[in-house]
């Protein structure tokens, strides 16, 4: 799964037109402002780590590829876009530098409604 995080955003996005299609259902509490503080401190995480092939070169690198838009989540994917952030963040070591580990959150995202 190398170098999936740096796709996701557009995953999201497309989720967003196709699947999720609005600010309707679910969400569970979760803000937009919640997923976007995940996907910053997991950008701060992931950084931190110094991995030899990065996914990304630096913290705004990794902020602006993943994140600006999950600002405008709606509600019916917010927990899973946060859920996978979250299993992101608690990675360490060669799983959070190759990018393999949340498989069980991406597809939840991926299935998000």
Same mark, same amino acid.
């Given at each position: 799964m190398r170098k999936l995080s740096g796709g996701l955003c557009g995953l999201v996005l497309s989720l967003f037109v196709v699947g999720c299609g609005g600010d309707g259902g679910g969400g569970g509490g979760v803000t937009a402002a919640d997923v =976007?503080? @995940?996907c910053n401190s997991? #950008?701060?995480?992931?950084?931190? @780590?110094?991995c030899t092939d990065p996914i990304y070169t630096s913290v705004d690198d990794c902020k602006s590829s993943d994140c600006t838009? =999950?600002?405008? @989540?709606? @509600?019916? #994917?917010r927990d899973e876009i946060k859920a996978y952030y979250d299993c992101r963040k608690a990675l360490t070591g060669a799983a959070l530098c190759d990018d393999t580990g949340c498989t069980a959150e991406l597809a939840a995202l991926a299935s998000c409604s």
């Open positions: =976007l503080t @995940a997991y #950008c701060d995480i992931y950084v931190a @780590a110094a838009d =999950l600002s405008q @989540a709606p @509600a019916g #994917c």
